[in-house]
């Protein structure tokens, strides 16, 4: 398992890549953090796109997790697809990332996800991603 706060687990991607659950808001939506490191750089001085696509996915999961356990479902996550908006450049510093659940339905939901660096209002990117929602494994 991945780090944990509150019962939040990450993936090992997430803490290969630096991420941790840097403090939960609003009811139990986890917000979730990258420092800036070589392993995410792109550029001289920048974040690689991907490093900022993979903690937007991470921040998505974590906000779709946290309102299926409120709701008491074991649905699994799958991820249908991803749409991303590089909105600046992240540069070196901590970016943070919150997702916020649009719809959880039956068989769908949609999320969308900001992350910052700073100041809350000044966004480094933002995403929708779509996922499947599949009933539990029976073992």
Known sequence: ????????????YARTMGM??????DGGVPVI?????????GRPGFLHGG???????????AALRAE?????????????????EYLRGGVEERTFA???VIRAGRRVANVR???????????VASSWMNFLLAPPKEN
Request: net charge negative.
């Open 1 to 12: 398992m991945g780090q944990t706060m509150n019962g939040f687990h990450l993936p090992p």
């Open 20 to 25: 941790e659950v840097d403090h939960v808001e």
């Open 33 to 41: 953090a990258m420092d800036f490191a070589g392993r995410v750089q």
């Open 51 to 61: 490093a900022i696509g993979g903690l937007l996915e991470m921040a998505a999961h």
């Open 68 to 84: 299926l356990d409120r709701q008491g479902s074991a649905f699994r996550i799958k991820p249908i697809n991803i749409s991303i």
């Open 98 to 100: 919150r997702g916020e």
């Open 113 to 123: 996800v900001e992350a910052w660096q700073g100041d809350r209002t000044r966004l």
